[in-house]
């Protein structure tokens, strides 16, 4: 992506990321079922290395699954402390997540 202002996942790359902060946010989409615009919340967090590199970007999620991995970390802001390797397989509703938390040297 040109810009890259977020960090986009390809279908089985490994994607690792570290955060320093999130939000729960209201988007408005268009849903890809009805065409219709509808509203949706999603978990944003603000990232500032991806691979290695240093970046100041965003990862978002409307997965509920995805965003249940993040649970343990998100109360505490604990997520600060690890790097988060993301997978994603599939497409669609049939879209799948797996994560691994790296403690941050």
């Known amino acids: 992506m040109v810009l890259q202002n977020y960090v986009e996942l390809s279908d089985g790359v490994p994607a690792r990321m570290h955060f320093y902060d999130h939000a729960i946010v209201?988007?408005?989409?268009?849903?890809?079922?009805?065409?219709?615009?509808?509203?949706?919340?999603?978990?944003?967090?603000?990232?500032?290395?991806?691979?290695?590199?240093?970046?100041?970007?965003?990862?978002?999620?409307?997965?509920?699954?995805?965003?249940?991995?993040?649970?343990?970390?998100?109360?505490?802001?604990?997520?600060?402390?690890?790097e988060f390797v993301v997978t994603a397989s599939g497409e669609g509703f049939r879209r799948t997540f797996t994560l691994q938390a790296i403690p941050k040297r």
Do not use: H, W
């Open 26 to 82: 209201r988007k408005t989409i268009t849903d890809p079922t009805t065409g219709k615009p509808s509203a949706r919340n999603a978990l944003v967090f603000d990232c500032d290395q991806v691979n290695g590199q240093e970046v100041e970007t965003k990862f978002s999620t409307m997965s509920e699954k995805l965003a249940g991995l993040f649970q343990p970390y998100l109360a505490d802001k604990s997520y600060v402390n690890y």
